[in-house]
């Protein structure tokens, strides 16, 4: 729970950078009345976000998650390097981010300040290409 008692908000992880994910929550939330906006929280990278504003051309804007501003999106940004800083791009460094975004959802969930986890689309080369599968996953899983 929120400290004035609502309701946590959805976390919704961005997925790849280099995907579709950015593009797709973006003109999600645009279409969502701006008091709604604040239900949810985009775990992300700021400049893929603002880069899904611009290429989808929605008036939206993005405030921190720990800094709302009404009618405002929330974010919770995840910084990662190496992000190619296009779409479209395959990238170790894509994956890497794709895993972190949702490791800080779950950790979000678990800790109650987020009510539940949606994700965007992700890449399973680009997670391979980064070695996070076969980390992520406890061994007595893989077989």
Known sequence: MTQDNR???????MGDPSGVGAEVIVKAIATMPADERGNFVVIGDRDTIERAVKACNVDLAFADRGKPVPGAALLEHIPVEGLPGKFGVLSPACGEASFRYIEAA???AQ???????VTAPINKEALNSA?????????????
């Open 106 to 108: 779950v950790r979000m």
């Open 131 to 143: 070695a996070i599968i076969t980390m992520a996953i406890p061994a007595c899983w893989r077989r």
């Open 111 to 117: 800790s109650g300040e987020a009510a539940g986890i």
């Open 7 to 13: 309701r946590a908000p959805i976390a919704i992880t």
